[in-house]
């Protein structure tokens, strides 16, 4: 596994969202553990601290939980509660960024399905 991290935002920010993606594209499952504090600081080159304080933003979001002695569990439930989060972030805060945008481009529907139909083509 490798990842880059951007200097922009803290790396136990971009954990805690790298888990939270992982979530949302089912890489982990609801139920399945997460791998332990020691072996993501030795994949990553990080700070067991910087792990630990990743892993405790994902137990107080409610979608780990902490079983003592066994580590941490995907809760159940969390991919629903993360997709609808997104969602409402998506149509609140993004969305209306790109109606924006498209207005300022004076592109019409017609464009756009069109833009999408051969995007979808392309994979």
Do not use: C
């Not at 409402?88 to 756009?112: G, R, S, Y």
């Amino acid at each position: 596994m490798s990842f880059h991290w951007n200097d922009k935002e803290p790396i136990y920010l971009q954990l805690k969202d790298m888990v939270r993606n992982m979530i949302l594209a089912g890489e982990l499952t609801e139920g399945e553990s997460l791998p332990s504090v020691r072996q993501v600081a030795m994949d990553y080159k990080l700070n067991p601290l910087t792990v630990s304080k990743s892993w405790q933003l994902l137990v107080d979001e409610g979608l780990v939980e902490k079983r003592r002695g066994l580590g941490m569990f995907v809760q159940t439930g969390a991919k629903a509660q993360l997709k609808t989060a997104e969602q409402a972030v998506f149509l609140d805060e993004v969305w209306p960024n790109i109606l924006q945008k498209v207005e300022h481009l004076n592109l019409n529907t017609q464009e756009l399905i069109q833009s999408l139909e051969h995007l979808g083509r392309k994979q």
